[in-house]
């Protein structure tokens, strides 16, 4: 399931271990809790969704307020849940005009 990898410099492991609903159509709001692979800290870690300004890894733009899977270690965005791609195509495209 999952995910959109979006990273300017590191590398970007996008693969939650487990969520919440254990379906492929869970959706995420803000405050909820997962665990996935965050590449900062180069383990599982737990994750809190929350909403984030996203940079596009292309490093042009960012994408406001996107929500993601967050660290609870380090505070990185670790994750980027299928639901909010659309919302990245969207704004991908508001871009380039
Ligand atoms: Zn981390």
Redesign the pocket.
């Known amino acids: 399931m999952l995910l959109y990898a979006i990273f300017v410099e590191k590398p970007f492991y996008a693969t939650f271990v487990e969520n919440s609903g254990g379906t492929d159509m869970t959706e995420y709001r803000e405050g909820d809790r997962s665990r996935a692979i ?4 180069g383990h599982i ?1 737990s994750t809190t969704f929350a909403l984030r300004d996203v940079p596009f890894d292309a490093g042009i733009g960012v994408v406001p307020n996107v929500l993601a899977a967050v ?6 965005v ?1 994750a980027i849940p299928a639901q909010s791609t659309n919302a990245i195509a969207r704004a991908h495209e508001a871009l380039r005009g």
């Open positions: 965050c590449s900062v800290c870690v660290c609870d270690n380090c505070g990185g670790v």
